[in-house]
Each structure stands twice: as C-alpha cells, then as structure tokens.
C-alpha cells in the first residue's frame, strides 16, 4: 500500500504525511480539500470551490478564505512530489497518487471483490468486503459543511450501504444464515424500506429455520413501502415471499465451514424458575385463568401473555413461579426467567439488551454472534423461539417498552409479567391477560398459617389466628413473616404472639419487619412502591392518612386534602395503576390496613422534617 502523504474521506476528512497526522484544518478547510480530492486530478475554479462551500450564502470574504485555505493546505502538504496543489486557468488541480486516497482503495477493494464472486469464490469476496467495510471510520465527510460535503455524504454512505448488501449476500449464498440474519436485522432497522436487505433477511432468515419470522417481516415491510411511499413491494420481493409460503426457495448448503460447526445454535432447555411454593394459598381462580389463556392461545395458535399486578407483598412472584413450574410439562422446550428490577428507585431498571444476551446465550447463541442492537436481539431471540415452546417469565417489570422486545412472538409460547404498576400498554396493544392479585381472604389467610405452622396448633387458638391476620392485613407477605416467626417459637402461644404485635409501643409494621432480608420486610417493599410515586401522588396517599375508615369517598379526600374533587379523582388514579389504593365503585375507594399504616408514618415523618426544617 502507498506509504506517502494519505487522505482519508471515509469519515473526517484526515491528512497524513508518512504516517502522522498533519491537519486538514478547520471545517471550511476541509470542504475545500474535499473538494479537491473528490475531483482529483481535475482543475476546480474558484467560483465552484466558494459554491461548495458556501453554496448561494456565500460572504463576500468567500474567495480570500479560499485562497486562504489552499495556501495552508499547501504548507500542511510541505514539499512532497506525490501531492501537491497546481494554480490552473483561475482555480486549483490536486494531485495525489490514486491509493493516497482511502476511498479509491475501498473502489479497488470492492472491485476484487466483484471479480471473486463473479468466478465463485465466496469465501474472498467475503473477506475482501469486509476488508473494504473496515476502512470506514464513521459516516463519509463528517463534520464537513457545504451544499457539496451533503451531496456526497449521500453517494458515498450509499455506496457503504452497497458494499454491506454484498457482503451480507455472500454470506448468505455461502449458508452462514443465522449470522447473516442477526447482521441484516440490524441494517434493516436502518434502512426499514430497503427491499434488498429484507429480501436477503428473508432468505437467511428461513435458511435458520425462522420460516414465521421471514413472513412477518415480508408484511412489516409491504406495509411500510405501502404506507409511507404507496408502491407494492418489488416483484422480486414478492418471489421470495411466495417461494417462502410454497417452500420452493432453494437454498444454499453450508459447504465453506468445517463440517463440525453447526449452521445455527443448537437448541437448549434451559430451566430458570427459582423454587416454587409448596402450596399456593387462595390463588385457585387466577391460577385456572391462567391455564384457560394457555388453552385458548393452543387453540388459535397465538403467543399467551399474562401480567400479574398488585399491592406489595401480595405474593405476584411467587404466584407467578409456582404456576409456571405447573405449566412447565407444556413447554418442554424450557422456561426463561429474569428479575427486571422494576420495583424502586434504589436498583435501575435492567436494560432489555442485557436481558436478550443472557437468553441468547442460555439458547445456545455464541458471544461471537451476538447482535449489537436491542431490536436485533429482540428479533433473534424470536427467531429462535419461533418453533419452541417456551415460557418466559419476567419479573419486577418497570413498563412495557421494557418488555416489548422480550416477548415470545410464535405460537406454543408463553410470557408471565409481572409488576407493581398496572401495564395498559401491555395489555392494549398485545391482548395480554390482566390479572390483579388481592389480599387473602380470612379463610385462606386463616389456611395459609395452618398449613405453615401445623393445624392442630392454629386450631386450638381460632380467636389468636383472627387477631393475627387482621393485624397482617391478610397480606401474603406479612403472614409469611409471622409464620417464620412463629414457627421459631413453637412454645410460644399465638394469643401472645398477637399480643405482642398489638403492644402500643410497637408502630403497627414494626411487627413484619425483616433484618436478614429486605424482601420479607413489608415496610421495605412498601417503601419501593411508594418511591414509584411522583410528588403530587405522594402527597395524597400521606393526605388519605387522615380517612378514618379504609373505605373513603373521592369528595371526602377531596376535602380533607382541600382540592378539587376532579384533580383527587386524577392522582387517585395513579394510585391505582401502582396498586396502593383500590376502586370498589364510582367514586368509591379502600385501602389495606398495612397501607394506611404506611401512609401515616410517612405522614408523621413529613411534618417531622418540615418542623426539623422550621427549627423546632
């Protein structure tokens, strides 16, 4: 390769001289030298270098710059014979040697390119576009201004995109499908109405064995060309649509690679539930809701989608694992789980991107091939759940743009969300299930402390059982903590346990605290629901401390909070969708005695910082 003075345009425009940089000066400065190199060898006059630039906007100064600019253009070029600047009939003519520019060696290295695949050799041609696509450092002529740098900005990353395009078809016609597939998925995003790539997206991914996944991208596509330039898709789009539907579309077996790699990931089970419950208490009708969804999505092959809401320790997670690990005969080809850290301020919500890596790989996907984009991702990890039926249960989700790419998109499979807030989105636009989980009722709460502390010692103390779970609120999670700790204390008689957590020293969640695990600590996972809040709603769940009775009205907040009846019904809303408040009629609202305790003490706590605030 040439070793003189360089010039780089694939990118910004650079000057090298025997290897470092020299400087191809401020942005104007480099219009001109683009100008002149995009026609080297050619003169340039004067006028058409200041129109370049500056277009019909050009100062009157315009022709002193230039001159300007071509004066240290020359200084920076120094005394080399490769390169120099000539003064011809009232403009300028660069000459260089035809390699000091990258973009001639990128041309050469495509056209060897060309001349490879012409004679068969897939392999070369490959090699050759990648080596030409790895001479691009960033989009052509960046940073450089001017009527000209835009015009050929446009040229040059078209013929970038062309160069792809080729490299990708090699691939694909020398079999390399899946990797093929995860590369054009991404350039598709780019270039959404670019009826090359997806025919080529098509064709790898049907290759992979993603037959659904090809069509649905053939109808994406036709509608977007449709709606956006009112054209049909081209004939020979609709061929490899057609060859797809028919199964005619021949392809190419995979006769470059050794023959011990396989063509595609080979397929896992992975099996990620966490422990399921022994029993699951007072969840019998969601649970048979679940299982009808399941049936009916087998019986009109689409995905199921079910999201499982409520108030903070209702016991969402577990119900979600324990039915899952009870459909888990019906989707024998694994279950997926993930913790989207949805559920407070302290932890961020987890990137979707990191989460389709981890199910990438435990779905057999190589580091190696890992597509860079979320989309791209989103698309594999469809792609290769296309003919599997898998369950995929997310956890602690924060909203539905996190999850949208996490979905199951063929038939067979299944998707269990869950989450403190109510997912509209969800549930509008992919049918989802909705499934509100409510406290247990006295007779299953009642049950669940038989079950976890034996029902000979329940039975013999009914009054204490009753005081205890109207002190928990019926609340899975506060239940859970008292078992715990009734169960370490089997001396202990369950009318001293109640006595003690009614003690007036004792602040009402006091008794459900947890110090070994934030999880079990009702108060804790409370707070994180409450952090969700924005200002407004904040400071009306403290206001609704001071509704004497769990069941209010929205006049009666309303005057309590001195605020307008409608506002009241808008924040009341948002209490709602985050499960602390529950509408049990028009205008008619309640609360579970754990949440109003809550509310209280933030309320207390509110008016003792304000005071630490005043100076008392």
Not at 34 to 55: F, I, N, Q, T, Y
Not at 88 to 110: C, M, S, W
Request: hydrophobic share 45%.
């Amino acid at each position: 390769m040439y070793v003189g003075v360089q010039f780089s345009v694939l990118g910004p425009v650079r000057l090298h001289r025997r290897g470092v940089e020299a400087g191809a000066g401020q942005p104007r400065q480099c219009a001109v030298l683009a100008s002149l190199l995009l026609r080297a060898g050619r003169p340039v006059s004067l006028s058409k270098l200041v129109e370049d630039v500056w277009g019909d906007e050009a100062p009157q100064s315009a022709i002193g710059s230039v001159r300007t600019y071509i004066y240290r253009l020359r200084q920076a070029l120094g005394e080399q014979r490769d390169s120099s600047v000539h003064l011809v009939d009232g403009g300028y003519r660069l000459h260089i040697q035809p390699d000091a520019l990258d973009l001639n060696r990128f041309k050469e290295t495509a056209a060897r390119a060309r001349e490879a695949r012409s004679t068969g050799d897939l392999a070369s041609a490959t090699s050759l576009l990648t080596k030409g696509l790895e001479m691009w450092k960033g989009v052509a002529l960046a940073g450089v201004p001017g009527p000209f740098a835009d015009q050929q900005r446009s040229v040059l990353g078209e013929l970038r995109l062309a160069c792809a395009e080729e490299q990708l078809a090699c691939e694909v016609e020398r079999g390399r499908y899946a990797e093929a597939a995860a590369e054009l998925s991404a350039l598709l995003v780019e270039h959404p109405l670019r009826e090359r790539v997806c025919g080529l997206l098509m064709t790898a991914l049907y290759g992979a064995g993603r037959q659904s996944e090809a069509l649905t991208i053939f109808h994406t596509t036709s509608h977007m060309l449709r709606q956006r330039l009112g054209v049909s898709p081209s004939p020979e789009l609709q061929q490899v649509h057609e060859r797809i539907l028919s199964g005619r579309l021949e392809l190419t077996q995979t006769s470059d690679l050794p023959k011990s790699a396989p063509r595609a990931p080979s397929p896992h089970a992975p099996a990620q539930l966490q422990a399921a419950l022994p029993s699951l208490v007072g969840r019998e009708r969601e649970q048979g809701q679940v299982e009808r969804l399941v049936a009916d999505a087998e019986a009109s092959s689409s995905v199921a989608i079910c999201t499982i809401g409520g108030l903070a320790g209702v016991g969402k997670t577990a119900f979600a694992i324990t039915v899952a690990h009870r459909l888990a005969d019906r989707f024998p080809d694994g279950q997926l789980f993930a913790d989207l850290q949805g559920a407070g301020p302290e932890v961020e919500p987890r990137d979707p991107a990191h989460v389709l890596e981890d199910f990438l790989q435990s779905l057999g996907v190589r580091p190696a091939d890992m597509p860079e984009t979320t989309q791209a991702r989103g698309l594999m990890f469809r792609g290769l759940l296309a003919n599997r039926r898998v369950l995929v249960l997310l956890d602690n989700v924060w909203n539905t743009d996190q999850v949208k790419h996490l979905l199951p998109g063929g038939p067979g499979s299944m998707a269990l969300v869950t989450s403190r807030m109510q997912l509209h989105a969800l549930v509008a636009a992919y049918q989802a299930l909705p499934l509100t989980l409510m406290p247990l009722s006295q007779a299953d709460a009642r049950s669940l402390l038989a079950r976890r502390l034996g029902a000979a010692r329940t039975a013999a103390e009914p009054e204490a059982v009753d005081r205890i779970v109207r002190l928990a609120g019926q609340l899975p999670l506060a239940l859970a903590n008292v078992a715990a700790r009734a169960a370490y204390r089997p001396q202990l008689r369950l009318a001293s346990l109640a006595d003690e957590y009614e003690a007036p020293e004792h602040r009402t969640l006091d008794a459900f605290a947890s110090e070994e695990d934030q999880a079990l600590d009702v108060r804790a996972s409370l707070t994180r629901s409450y952090r969700l809040l924005d200002t407004e709603t904040a400071a009306l769940f403290r206001d609704l401390s001071a509704c004497p009775d769990p069941l209010f009205a929205a006049s009666q907040v309303a005057d309590l909070a001195g605020r307008p009846e409608c506002r009241v019904r808008k924040v009341l809303s948002r209490l709602i969708r985050a499960h602390l408040v529950s509408e049990v009629g028009p205008g008619r609202y309640s609360w579970n005695r754990l949440v109003a305790a809550y509310a209280a003490e933030q309320a207390r706590n509110r008016v003792l910082d304000q005071g630490e605030l005043a100076g008392w």
